[in-house]
């Protein structure tokens, strides 16, 4: 992990400074004035977004190409895992919704849920849709449609439908309400947006690479 650290710095501060010289350099012919100063100052100050960003492609690309194994090379823990091992931990799958189409979401869904139910671990996972929509159309269609998904899959997969009067916090604070309500109830927990599509294969193997490592705190794909 330390030598991972160092060499992100080593290569985060090198391209900061050579693309603040770059563009000092470009700024001084003429000399430098209050309003090339203050240029570069606002260039440094939204560099660090840009840089990390392309310290992250460049690590990726060389990870890609040269890596046996790029996932485990990023995530020791996924290196572990044979891709048969028994779920065990009971799992939350929170979908947070703000004034989406239903049926969108549904389509998207389903199958996931087909997937897992055929895995043989549905009793582990609970799908909690969690709505903050504030448009009284959309809510009506929802609920409605959420129903009817709820109870076409009665018996199969824990399905529970929460929409919020009061969006305090917006996104946050909808998962914050769930963290409070019903995290005590489960030890994982995979979220989705709303436009997500997620094979099962996906959510069981987040869920095996989570129960192989007790430290792991956030998994996630990556970007």
Known sequence: MFARRAIFATLFSV???????????ALSPGGYGILDLVALLLFAATL????????????G?????????PVAAVIPAAGLIQGNEPVT??????????????????????????GI??????ERFHLYLLSDT??????????AQFSELI??????????????????????????????????RHEFAVTLDADSFMPADAVIR???????DPRLGILQGLI
């Open 61 to 69: 690309f060389v990870i890609m190409r040269f890596s046996p194994d």
């Open 151 to 184: 109870a076409r899959w009665r018996n199969r997969i824990a399905i529970t439908y929460r929409r919020r009067t009061e969006n305090t916090g917006f996104k946050a604070g909808n998962i914050r309400e769930f963290c409070e309500s019903w995290g005590s």
């Open 134 to 143: 504030n448009d009284s159309d959309f809510a009506a269609v929802e609920e």
């Open 89 to 114: 931990a009971s799992t939350a799958i929170l979908l947070c919704v703000r004034n989406e189409q239903p049926a969108r979401i549904i389509r998207n869904l389903e199958p996931m849920l087909d």
């Open 48 to 59: 660090p977004w840009m840089v990390a960003g392309f310290c992250n492609a460049v690590i």
């Open 117 to 122: 139910d055929a895995s043989g671990y549905a």
């Open 15 to 25: 391209t900061m400074a050579g693309s603040l010289a770059l563009a000092a350099l």
């Open 206 to 212: 987040l869920v095996r690479i989570m129960q192989v």
